[in-house]
């Protein structure tokens, strides 16, 4: 059974950061690529970030520069350090294989201007 457990969100203050993690279980984590997705309140889940196996990163524009994806896969988990964070980026976030799986539950994620 594929479970994705998110954590690490919280609120901040504009210019802050936050570190989230997601450890996954029931999947080929250390094969599997991986993805960090956001949705904000009346918008479409967007991807924001992704790794590969091999640990090849790819992030959104709108992020780039400010937002890092990275994984522990000894830990079966994946990391998305957030810096220089902004009020647009008030979202759930979410982790989830690429493709997609079930989802989690997210964490929440507020940036206070």
């Known amino acids: 059974q594929v479970q994705l457990v ?5 609120l901040v203050q504009a210019g802050g950061s936050l570190r989230l993690s997601c450890t996954a279980s029931g999947i080929m984590f250390s094969t599997s690529r991986m993805a960090w997705y956001r949705q904000a309140p009346g918008k ?31 830990k079966s988990t994946v990391f998305l350090q957030m810096n220089s964070l902004k009020p647009e980026d008030t979202a759930v976030y ?18 206070s201007s």
């Open 6 to 10: 998110e954590s690490g969100g919280g």
């Open 44 to 74: 479409q889940r967007e991807l924001v970030a992704m790794i590969t196996g091999g640990g090849f990163t790819s992030h959104v524009d709108s992020v780039k520069g400010r937002f890092t994806i990275s994984r522990d896969n000894a």
């Open 94 to 111: 979410y982790c989830n294989r690429v493709p997609t799986l079930s989802w989690g539950q997210g964490t929440q994620v507020t940036v």
